[in-house]
């Protein structure tokens, strides 16, 4: 495999840890969570909502899975689901201050 390469996805319990230099858990704050998701709830699409530069259609969420995000997210569903998949080297943990996933990964320095 050449490298170079960023997978953006909520689950990595199936990808092999060969897959991966680091493994990037991006975390943000639950009232922010709740509303980007209700964005995508009350108005049905969100058409640039989480990449304004890229038009890239984006899944309607109905309450019950606005619920079951914001719970993963208190619960630390997918960092813990990392930590048990994977060497703790490479996992990082970063919280999302609205930078976005390319430029929070332009600050990493692999080990």
């Known amino acids: 495999m ?3 390469y960023i997978v953006d996805y909520h689950s990595c319990d199936f990808f092999p840890e060969r897959y991966f230099q680091l493994v990037l858990v ?3 704050d639950n009232a922010v969570l709740w ?5 995508r ?3 049905g699409s969100c058409w640039g909502v989480l ?3 890229m038009a ?3 899944r309607e969420y109905h309450l019950e899975k606005i619920q079951e995000n914001v719970q993963a997210e208190i619960m630390q569903v ?3 689901e990392a930590r048990t998949s994977y060497n703790a080297q490479i996992v990082q943990e970063r919280h999302d201050v609205g ?3 390319l430029v929070v990964c332009d600050t990493i320095v692999l080990k």
């Open 56 to 58: 890239v259609p984006c």
């Open 51 to 53: 990449a304004p530069t």
């Open 99 to 101: 930078l976005g996933l």
């Open 41 to 43: 709830y009350t108005y």
């Open 35 to 39: 509303e980007r998701l209700s964005a």
């Open 2 to 4: 050449q490298g170079g």
């Open 78 to 80: 997918v960092l813990e």
């Open 26 to 28: 991006l975390r943000t």
